[in-house]
């Protein structure tokens, strides 16, 4: 008879859980709210076109097999063939952003 009463008291616990955990859920379930959303984004494009002299303009990509842009730097009387710490030099390179950029900047 032991046995019975326990096989009864387990039950009646399992059916007491079940019916709890049932109402649990439905009543998460009726406080439930989801929202989703998608967007859609796209880059720009942004390049950099070099020159020399300031007029002609054009792609140094060594990268992509060009070439680099050659510096024509003027060196002060004393500095040829004896540059030292502290010394400057330089030489003009001009940029621009090339044509079918989307993105602007300021250069």
Same mark, same amino acid.
């Given at each position: 008879?032991?046995? $019975?009463?326990?096989?009864?008291? @387990?039950?009646?616990?399992?059916?007491?859980?079940?019916?709890?955990?049932?109402?649990?859920?439905? $009543?998460?379930?009726?406080?439930?709210?989801?929202?989703?959303? $998608?967007?859609?984004?796209?880059?720009?494009?942004?390049?950099?076109?070099?020159? $020399?002299?300031?007029?002609?303009?054009?792609?140094?990509?060594?990268?992509?097999?060009?070439?680099?842009?050659?510096?024509?730097?003027?060196?002060?009387?004393?500095?040829?063939?004896?540059?030292?710490?502290?010394?400057? @030099?330089?030489?003009?390179?001009?940029?621009?952003?090339?044509?079918?950029?989307?993105?602007?900047?300021?250069?």
């Amino acid at each position: 008879m032991a046995t $019975t009463t326990t096989r009864r008291k @387990v039950r009646a616990v399992l059916a007491g859980g079940l019916v709890l955990g049932v109402g649990a859920a439905v $009543t998460l379930a009726a406080w439930n709210d989801s929202e989703f959303a $998608t967007g859609t984004f796209t880059a720009g494009s942004f390049n950099l076109e070099g020159s $020399t002299d300031g007029t002609a303009f054009t792609d140094h990509n060594v990268d992509d097999g060009d070439t680099a842009a050659t510096l024509a730097f003027t060196l002060p009387s004393g500095v040829v063939g004896n540059m030292s710490p502290g010394d400057t @030099v330089y030489a003009g390179f001009w940029v621009r952003l090339a044509a079918g950029t989307t993105t602007g900047a300021s250069l």
